[in-house]
């Protein structure tokens, strides 16, 4: 009884040792197809590779991709360098001191590059994160080598998470939708699930069906590409809706104080933009000065800098009405000249503090990426920027509404003379007021530092189509900048297809100047000390 467990593990040892010698024999000879001139015999080599399970058939084809795989002309002998610098025996797995002298570097060419990726892919496809399978079946439907059908199919059978197995069953369809060899009713339920998918990439697989095709799967294929073509052109019209949203929300964070500045006191501010521009440059102090300290927390700098920004911007803009603009009240063409002076004064006083280049803002890690809805991205830098604009106005709105400043500041709008009267000190309000509107000036500069480049320019990329949004949306009022604002970004963005940017942007222009001729005051109307004036 003894005897017979001996001689059952000799067995077994013996079957486990005789496999491994004929493994590196077959992995020998296998190998030595790669010592040729010939491409041909190299691509084959590398399919052969990839489906033998040797375990070192990753490596070895990471580093023929790398140009680190070597052979001796003489005896066929294969040899790679790892990515660590150290050598290796390609058939025996062995770490070598150095490599023998005389050796060749194993050439690649696009085609033989292409069959290396699709084999990495391949193994790739059983790795245990999900993330990586799926973007190994992305790269697999790309690829679309048939070498990676067997591999594809393998993981299909074995994947358990949902995205992945429609990801898989993407590229299997990709795969033998380019099969010439592959029956016409495979190929036909492989174009239902390219159709399925319906992005640019699979439309653009329907239309490579070649001529050579059975007539059944080209007619299926151009039925399945004229549906795929309509999806995309109504994603199309989401997709330029949502970039008219992301910019009029940027266009209504830079308007909207101008539109207490100009809107309700009247005053032609040019050096609003420089509001803006000090905001950003606020954020970039404040994440510098934090980074100083030894604080690398992105997303708090950024919470920091709202306030800092908005008390830079403020003050800055209390100072210039205390010392400027109080002086120049109903005269609005000296208002224009005077803040266009302080505005090249501010620029200029930026270059000297920062430089005249341009400076990195950080973004925060939650900013980054993007949302994929459907054939639509929603990049998450703007959707927060969407957010904030939301927040920003909304905060506005119930300050102007529900604090004694906003019930002042009304009074003083609606009648100056008569809020005096009541005891109303006019000159305080008027400073507080301009410095509401230039605070939230900064916040816009906090938002664009995320998305532009922080520089001594950054404003004046606004400042036109911020009293755009002040003079369409109604001079004076909130909400009309807000709808302003927000189908200024829709018209421009949905010009710009067909007219271009510059083009586009002139169409805007002239559709703003014959829409004050029929209605001067805007799309809402509203009775302030500039148009009682």
């Known amino acids: ?79 790679w360098k790892g990515e660590n610098g150290k050598n290796f025996d390609a058939s025996t797995g062995a770490e070598l001191p150095v490599l023998p002298a005389g050796l060749k570097p194993v050439r690649i060419n696009n085609r033989v590059r292409a069959t290396i990726e699709a084999a990495l892919g391949s193994f790739a496809l059983m790795a245990p994160d999900p993330a990586k399978r799926r973007e190994a079946a992305e790269l697999a439907f790309k690829t679309r080598s048939a070498s990676s059908l067997s591999a594809v199919e393998r993981a299909r059978g074995k994947e358990t998470d949902t995205s992945v197995r429609r990801a898989l069953d993407e590229a299997r369809a990709a795969i033998i939708l380019g099969n010439a060899e592959a029956t016409p009713e495979d190929r036909l339920d492989a174009i239902k699930v390219i159709r399925d998918r319906g992005d640019q990439d699979g439309l653009a697989l329907l239309r490579s069906i070649g001529a050579a095709a059975p007539a059944s799967v080209k007619s299926a294929a151009e039925v399945a590409a004229a549906s795929v073509e309509n999806r995309l052109a109504l994603w199309a019209i989401v997709q330029n809706a949502w970039y008219g949203l992301s910019l009029g929300s940027v266009l209504l964070l830079a308007a909207i104080g101008l539109a207490v500045t100009f809107g309700v006191m009247g005053v032609i501010n040019m050096a609003h933009g420089e509001m803006v521009m000090l905001g950003a440059y606020a954020t970039f102090a404040v994440q510098e000065m934090m980074r100083a300290q030894g604080s690398h927390e992105v997303g708090l700098a950024l919470a920091c800098a709202v306030p800092a920004a908005f008390v830079v911007s403020g003050a800055t803009g209390i100072v210039i009405e205390r010392c400027v603009i109080r002086f120049l009240y109903g005269r609005p063409l000296e208002t224009l000249l005077a803040t266009f002076g302080i505005s090249l004064i501010l620029q200029q006083a930026v270059r000297t503090a920062f430089g005249a280049s341009n400076r990195e803002v950080d973004t925060p890690a939650f900013m980054f990426g993007s949302l994929q809805i459907g ?60 410095g509401l509107g230039s605070g939230i000036a900064g916040l816009a500069g906090v938002a664009l530092s995320q998305i532009d480049n922080v520089s001594p320019n950054l404003g004046q990329g606004y400042i036109i189509d911020c009293f755009l949004v002040v003079v369409f949306g109604g001079v004076g009022n909130l909400w009309g900048t807000l709808i302003g604002a927000l189908s200024i970004g829709m018209i421009e963005k949905f010009l710009e297809p067909f007219a271009g940017a510059v083009l586009g942007k002139i169409a805007l222009l002239v559709f703003i100047i014959f829409f004050i001729q029929k209605r001067p005051r805007g799309l809402f109307a509203l009775r302030s000390r500039a148009i009682e004036a």
């Open 375 to 434: 054939a639509m991205q929603v990049t998450l830098n703007r959707l927060a920027i969407l957010v904030f604009a939301a927040g920003v106005f909304i905060a506005l709105l119930l300050v102007l509404r529900f604090t004694s400043f906003g019930l002042r500041t009304r009074a003083v709008t609606q009648n100056r003379r008569m809020a005096s009267s009541m005891g109303i000190h006019t000159s305080t309000i008027d400073a507080l007021t301009f």
């Open 1 to 79: 009884m003894r005897r017979e467990p001996c001689i059952l593990g000799f067995l077994l040892l013996l079957l486990a040792l005789i496999p491994s010698g004929t493994r590196a024999a077959e992995r020998s000879q296998l190998l030595a197809s790669f010592a040729s001139e010939n491409f041909s015999e190299i691509d084959n080599a590398v399919v052969a590779l990839a489906a033998s399970g040797e375990e070192l058939a990753p490596a070895l084809l990471s580093a023929l991709a790398e140009r680190r795989l070597f052979y001796n002309a003489a005896d066929k002998h294969v040899f």
